[in-house]
C-alpha cells in the first residue's frame, strides 16, 4: 500500500483497514518482509522519541538509571522462574546455531529481560546500601505472533521500555508499583489525551510470575480494549530462585523485593486509533513532531514577501517552544498541501495569503474540529499557544466522554451476552473465582480487563451476587474484548 493519495474508508465502516491506512499513508510505519514485524519510518519514530523523552525525563526525576541489556538470554536463566518460563515459551524465538556450530544451550531472543536482569542483580546487590537499585531499560523485545498482528499494536519486535527495581521491603516495592502507574497515567493522559482506567489485573491476567499486576486499560473507538501499561509487584518471586540478597543493618541476610514495569509503541497505535478520523491522523499537541504548520499561499509576483513573513511568524513560534514548520515548497499547490498536513494529522495550521498580510493578521485553521480562526499578526504567538492547549484539552474530553459512555454495567451473564457484541466494556459484580472469568471467556470472547482502584462514576456499583455464577460478588470487574 503505496501512494500519497488520502484514506479511502471511513474509520466507522471499516475500521480495521482505516487503521491500516493510516499508519501507511501517514508515513508512520511500513511492513517488513518478515511477517508480523514492521519498519517505523521518520515521522512514527519522532513521535515515539517525544513519549520517550517525556517519559524518560519523569523516571529520571524519581532516581531511575538507563542501562543496556543484550538481547539474548541463555535458556537456563529464562527456566529458573517456573510460571514466568511456562507463560512465555509459547512465544519465543530461539536461536540455536552461532555461525554453522550447534550452540549446547538455545539462546532465547529476549521476550522481556526479567531473568538475565535479576541474575545481574543477584551479582551488583550485597547490602542494604545497595537499594533501592532502579533501572529502566530502552530496548526491543520479541515474541512470536503470527497471528492478529497489526501495526504498533502487536508485532513479533517491538520497541519498548522495561523498568526492573529491587527494594529492602515489600511496602517500598508496593510504593514503586503506584508511583509508576502514576506516571504512565499522566503521560497517557496530559500528553497522548487518552483516558485510561487504572486498577489490577486479576489472577488468570496477571504478568506471569509477578503477585500482582496494576494496569491501564483503554477503550478503543471500534469498542476493544487496549491495555496501555502495566507495573508489576514481584515480591520475592524472582529474587528467590536468583539469589538477590542483601545484608540488612543487622547483618542478616533478606531477600530483596521487586517490581517491573513496561510501555510500549503500542502508545502509538492507542493515538492513531483514537483520535484519527476520515481524513487521517491526529496528533495531540503534547506529541507532535511538528505542533503548527504554516502554508504561505502565493502567486509569483507576491511569493517573497509572503514566504519571508511566514519564516518571521515561524521563527516566533519556535522561540516561543512551540514546534513549527514552515511548508514554502513551490512544486506543491496549497491544496496539496493542505490534504498532505490533515492527514498527516498536524494540530494547527496557519494559512498566510496576501490579503492577510495587508491587514495584518493570520489565518489558522484547527485539525480537531476544522474551525477557522482569525487573529492579529502581533498576537499569533500567544493565540497559538492558547489554541494548542485548547486542541489538547478537547481531545483528552472527548476520550473521556467516550470511555464514559461505552461503560455498560450488568448484573446478569444473560444482559452480559446479549451487549457483548456491542463491544466497550462491561462492569459487573464479580465473585472473584477464576471460574466464572474461564466461562466468560469461552462463551463470550471477552476478559477480564481490570478491577478498578476506583468504582463509581459510571464504573461500577455494588451488587449482591456474582453476576455469573450468583454467589458473592466480591468486587466490581470490567470485562471487554481486546485486542
Ligand atoms: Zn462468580
Redesign the pocket.
Known amino acids: 500500500m503505496t501512494g500519497r493519495s488520502g484514506i479511502t474508508v471511513k474509520k466507522y465502516v471499516n475500521f480495521s483497514e482505516w487503521y491500516t491506512q493510516v499508519i501507511s499513508k501517514a508515513g508512520l510505519a511500513d511492513y517488513s518482509p518478515v511477517k508480523g514485524s514492521i519498519v517505523v519510518r521518520p515521522y512514527g519514530y519522532e513521535i515515539w522519541n517525544i513519549i520517550k523523552n517525556v517519559l524518560d525525563t519523569k523516571l529520571k526525576e524519581t532516581g531511575h538509571q538507563d542501562g543496556f541489556m543484550p538481547i539474548l538470554i541463555p535458556e537456563s536463566f529464562l527456566s529458573k522462574e517456573k510460571n514466568h518460563f511456562e507463560g512465555f515459551t509459547p512465544e519465543v524465538f530461539w536461536v540455536t546455531k552461532a555461525g554453522t556450530t550447534e550452540l549446547s544451550e538455545r539462546l532465547a531472543l529476549r521476550p522481556t529481560s526479567e531473568t538475565i536482569v535479576y541474575a545481574l542483580f543477584s551479582k551488583w546487590i550485597e547490602s542494604y546500601r545497595d537499594l533501592p537499585m532502579k533501572i529502566n531499560f530502552w530496548n526491543s523485545a520479541l515474541r512470536a505472533e503470527i497471528k492478529n498482528t497489526k501495526p504498533f499494536i502487536r508485532n513479533s519486535e517491538f520497541l519498548w521500555q522495561e523498568g526492573h527495581t529491587a527494594h529492602v521491603s515489600e511496602k517500598d516495592a508496593e510504593a514503586e508499583v503506584s508511583l509508576i502507574l502514576d506516571i504512565y497515567q499522566g503521560i497517557i493522559e496530559d500528553y497522548l489525551a487518552i483516558s485510561a482506567i487504572a486498577g489490577s489485573k486479576s489472577e488468570r491476567e496477571k504478568f506471569v510470575g509477578a503477585v500482582y499486576t496494576f494496569t491501564l486499560e483503554s477503550l478503543m473507538p471500534d469498542g476493544k480494549a487496549l491495555q496501555v501499561a502495566t507495573s508489576h509487584n514481584l515480591g520475592q518471586n524472582f529474587s528467590k530462585p536468583f539469589e538477590i540478597r542483601y545484608l540488612n543493618e543487622n547483618n542478616e541476610l533478606s531477600y530483596v523485593w521487586q517490581t517491573s514495569w513496561g510501555v510500549s509503541w503500542r502508545l502509538i497505535g492507542a493515538i492513531v486509533m483514537m483520535h484519527g478520523d476520515d481524513k487521517g491522523l491526529l496528533l495531540p499537541p503534547q506529541i507532535a513532531p511538528v505542533q503548527t504548520v504554516i502554508v504561505p499561499i502565493f502567486r509569483d509576483d507576491h511569493a517573497e514577501v509572503v514566504k519571508s513573513r511566514a519564516h518571521e511568524i515561524g521563527d516566533e513560534l519556535r522561540k516561543a517552544g512551540i514546534r513549527v514548520l514552515v511548508d514554502d515548497r513551490e512544486e506543491y499547490t496549497s491544496g496539496w498541501k493542505f490534504n498532505e498536513w490533515e492527514l498527516k494529522g498536524i494540530p494547527l495550521r496557519i494559512n498566510l495569503g496576501p490579503r492577510d498580510i495587508k491587514e495584518a493578521q493570520v489565518e489558522l485553521v484547527r485539525r480537531d474540529n476544522m474551525q477557522k480562526l482569525k487573529t492579529s499578526r502581533l498576537s499569533v504567538v500567544d493565540f497559538v499557544s492558547r489554541i494548542l492547549a485548547e486542541i489538547q484539552e478537547n481531545l483528552l474530553s472527548r476520550t473521556k466522554e467516550f470511555l464514559k459512555q461505552n461503560i455498560t454495567m450488568v448484573d446478569s451473564f444473560e444482559a452480559f451476552k446479549s451487549i457483548i457484541g456491542n463491544g466497550g466494556f462491561i462492569s459487573a459484580p464479580?465473585?472473584?473465582?477464576q471460574?466464572?472469568e474461564e466461562q466468560v471467556k469461552q462463551e463470550t470472547g471477552a476478559d477480564l480487563r481490570v478491577i478498578p482502584f476506583q468504582e463509581g462514576d459510571g464504573i461500577g456499583t455494588k451488587f449482591e451476587a456474582?453476576?455469573?455464577?450468583?454467589?458473592k460478588?466480591a468486587k466490581v470487574a470490567i470485562f471487554a474484548r481486546a485486542y
Open positions: 464479580w465473585c472473584g473465582d471460574s466464572c456474582c453476576f455469573c455464577c450468583e454467589r460478588a
